[in-house]
């Protein structure tokens, strides 16, 4: 059976495309998540690919992916430098969980520097465009694969 995995997407990440193209690239939302499901299919995982701007309903969607999912990768977006909730939470989830950012946050705002769920995560990516959404893609299903054997 095909590996099930959740890509999470927090706030104003439905803007992609329309928001600081210089930091984040013009791709839309729909063209990411088309691309991510579709690279997903083609190494064998299933692949669920959401997004919310409420950090209430990320953590929501971050508990129930424990029951449902063999792995994550989640762009926690702005909550990943504020929210304590989101890191409580993604910690319950005790499969690989890659953090992923489309700009390369330390070299952007102080304020960005410091993300309170990397000490919760299995790895990350950063800094290398929504390109870097398929290669955690590619890491994960790695990763997943390795523990299986
Ligand atoms: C981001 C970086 C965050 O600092 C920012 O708040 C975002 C997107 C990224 O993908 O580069 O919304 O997570």
């Known amino acids: 059976m095909n590996n099930k ?3 999470i997407n927090g706030p104003n990440l439905n803007l992609l495309g329309e928001r600081e193209q210089s930091q984040y690239g013009s791709d839309n939302y729909e063209q990411l998540k088309e691309n991510c499901i579709k690279k997903s299919k083609e190494i064998g995982l299933n692949c669920e690919f959401i997004q919310s701007n409420l950090e209430g309903d990320l953590v929501n969607k971050i508990q129930d ?6 792995g994550m990768i989640i762009n926690a977006a702005a909550f990943t430098h504020t929210s304590v909730a989101i890191r409580d939470a ?7 969980i890659i953090e992923m950012h489309i700009s390369n946050i330390y070299k952007r705002e102080e304020f960005r520097h410091k993300s309170l769920i990397s000490g919760v995560a299995t790895g990350g990516i950063f800094g ?5 959404y398929i ?9 997943l694969k390795n523990e299986n054997r």
């Open 5 to 7: 995995i959740i890509i």
């Open 128 to 132: 290398l465009g929504t390109e870097g």
């Open 90 to 96: 993604l910690e319950l989830f005790k499969k690989p």
């Open 135 to 143: 290669l955690a893609i590619i890491s994960l299903q790695k990763l």
């Open 65 to 70: 992916a424990r029951k449902n999912y063999d």
